[in-house]
């Protein structure tokens, strides 16, 4: 495939310099003296009844991508919509053609003006009046590039796979599936005789169960005691196993207490809840049956994607994120508001499609992982990350204090292969190698050294870890603020361009050089997590070379040729601002 969009470039190169010199003289022309504003845009709509004046190269749910089109459509500017989706070679013939690789890109006359924020000024000032009059009857794509988009496949985009039958009651059985990263083998007879014991095990102590109630655990530093829910501890499931009349047969065989125990887990009918991932026997381990998550009152920390039991055999993890991701950027899509600017997220979550989202995500709890490559791993929790954190916001609304997104960002979770992953988990624990949190106390110091990973020794999901980490997740991973990533989809064959396309779209906004006073201003993220990205500024600052636009590249590297030590990095206010509209 790229050798593919290297010989487009080849083909490209040659006929977009005449293309640009062309679109420059009409530039300047533009800007000189003329009528005004009002008889330049009645004759471009004339000069143009075949095609419209203005093309816009967006990206699914893109909401910038939505502002450029609604002004547009308030102006009563035709335009013509050019998606290039998700495809790597037609993103790269565009940045080819404009230098630009975030969305949306504006072209008039044959030249890119910019985005959202470009167009809107230039609208307030009445240039593109100006420029459409000056441009009239001149396709908006540079020919090169309309060629090389037509040759090129069309755009790509992942099908909705049907969505499995929700039939089956909240909480209601499934097919035998594993716990943690392996499957656990249960034999469809053994599964049918876990599941009745699953339901005895279930009930009050009065009617012959365990009694689940409120248990307590450890919870970590932020939370020494954390209380359960509708839990029993593996000490109390141990007993009451023990306790049954007759030992119960498995694989033909009766087994003891502890192969139940660990059947029962490996069924996926009881989770270890606690994060203590220990057998299921004595000890302080605290535990919950499945058939009791749809239970939890709407504090409790359950998993967003357990209403219930994913009811047919899990496909390919990366086949199932994918279509997470291409069903909550069609949600997005459908619930934007027409200027760009919100998510109804209170209609988007009443809504059919929603539904068939949630049993989608059901079927995480039951795929797995250990087969997966590096790449495969790196691909499936970004695209795992940015699904869960806006089904988290769709249900639970977005925190708005400090406070409250590091409680959310460590709480809302998905639980995948049997295993329970937050936010944080995916981020710092398998994207980053398992290193702490930028909100951990040896963070906060500056001293990250102080702070330990989220996965302790003996976790399961130290299996899945990436390693070592990949600092270019960050232009990747979409926290639902106005100041983070847009959603893509990554997938394992295109994952290296991908992250490259994602690190340079991010850096061409959030990072500005000055070279007349030697500053470079960058989003926080570079501040939070500067030890990814280098182990000093040099080093940072070396990081984003291959990722500006060729001007501030080149003004950059002059600068750190001469002195870096004078070089003053400033970093932007981040704005968590989140675009409910539904909260207005």
């Known amino acids: 495939q790229m050798r ?23 530039a300047c022309a533009a800007t000189g003296e003329g009528g005004a504003a009002e008889a330049a845009v009645s004759s471009a709509a004339s000069a143009s009844s075949s095609e419209p004046a203005v093309a816009v190269v967006t990206a699914p749910a893109c909401t910038y991508c939505a502002r450029a089109k609604a002004l547009l459509r308030t102006e009563g500017i035709a335009y013509t919509e050019v998606a290039v989706g998700e495809d790597m070679e037609r993103l790269e013939l565009v940045r080819e053609a404009s230098g630009r690789r975030s969305v949306p890109q504006v072209f008039i006359g044959g030249m890119c003006i910019g985005g959202a924020d470009e167009l809107e000024a230039e609208m307030q000032r009445g240039a593109i009046a100006l420029r459409l009059s000056a441009s009239a009857g001149t396709p908006p794509l540079p020919a090169a590039l309309a060629e090389a988009l037509a040759a090129a496949k069309p755009a790509f985009s992942t099908p909705l796979a049907p969505a499995p039958s929700a039939d089956a009651a909240p909480g209601a059985a499934a097919a035998p599936v594993g716990r943690g990263v392996a499957l656990g083998g249960v034999s469809a007879t053994d599964y049918a005789t876990l599941t009745a014991l699953a339901e005895r095990l279930g009930r009050s102590r009065a009617e012959g ?71 299921f026997v004595e000890g302080g381990a605290v535990f919950r049956l499945q058939a009791d998550e749809v239970r939890l009152s709407p504090g409790a920390r359950a998993p967003l994607n357990c209403a219930v039991v994913s009811p047919t055999p899990a496909r390919g993890a990366a086949a199932v994120a994918a279509d997470l991701r291409t069903r909550i950027l069609a949600l997005h899509d459908a619930f934007l508001t027409e200027d760009g600017r919100g998510i109804d997220y209170a209609r988007m979550r009443e809504s059919e499609a929603f539904s068939a989202y949630l049993a989608v995500a059901a079927e995480l709890q039951r795929v797995d992982l250990l087969p997966l490559s590096k790449p495969e791993r790196t691909a499936f929790f970004i695209n795992v990350y940015n699904v869960l954190v806006a089904h988290a916001v769709a249900v639970l609304g977005f925190p708005t204090s400090l406070l409250e997104r590091l409680a959310f960002f460590s709480s809302v979770r998905y639980r995948i292969g049997g295993v329970d992953y937050t936010p944080d988990d995916i981020e710092n624990g398998i994207l980053r190698g398992n290193r702490p949190s930028a909100a951990s106390i040896g963070a906060l110091l500056g001293m990250p050294s102080l702070s330990k990973g989220p996965f302790a020794r003996g976790d399961p999901r130290l299996l899945l870890v990436v390693a070592p980490g990949e600092p270019r997740i960050h232009f990747a991973l979409n926290c639902a603020a106005a100041s983070c990533p847009p959603i893509r989809l990554y997938s394992a064959d295109s994952l290296d361009a991908a992250l490259d396309a994602a690190a340079s779209a991010f850096c061409e906004t959030e990072v500005v050089v000055n070279a007349s006073e030697r500053t470079v201003e960058m989003s926080k993220i570079f501040e939070w997590y500067a030890p990814d990205f280098g182990a000093d500024n040099d080093e ?17 590297s002059d600068m750190l040729k001469t002195d870096p030590s004078t070089i003053e990095v400033k970093f932007k206010p981040y704005s968590w601002d989140v675009n409910d509209v539904s909260k207005a």
């Open 4 to 26: 593919a969009v290297l010989g487009s470039r080849e083909r490209l190169l040659p006929l977009l310099a005449a293309q640009r010199s062309r679109g420059r003289r009409r």
């Open 209 to 279: 169960g365990v009694g689940p109630g409120n248990r307590w655990g450890f919870g970590g530093w932020r939370a020494p005691l954390e209380r359960h829910e509708l839990a029993f501890t593996g000490e109390e499931g141990a007993e009451w196993l023990r306790a049954q009349a007759k030992q119960v047969p498995l694989g033909g065989r009766a087994a003891t207490p502890q192969a139940v125990g660990r059947a029962l887990l490996d069924a996926q009918l009881v989770h270890d809840v606690s994060g203590a991932t220990a057998p």
């Open 540 to 556: 940072r600052l070396r990081f984003l070379l291959p990722y500006l636009a060729p001007a501030p590249r080149a003004a950059l």
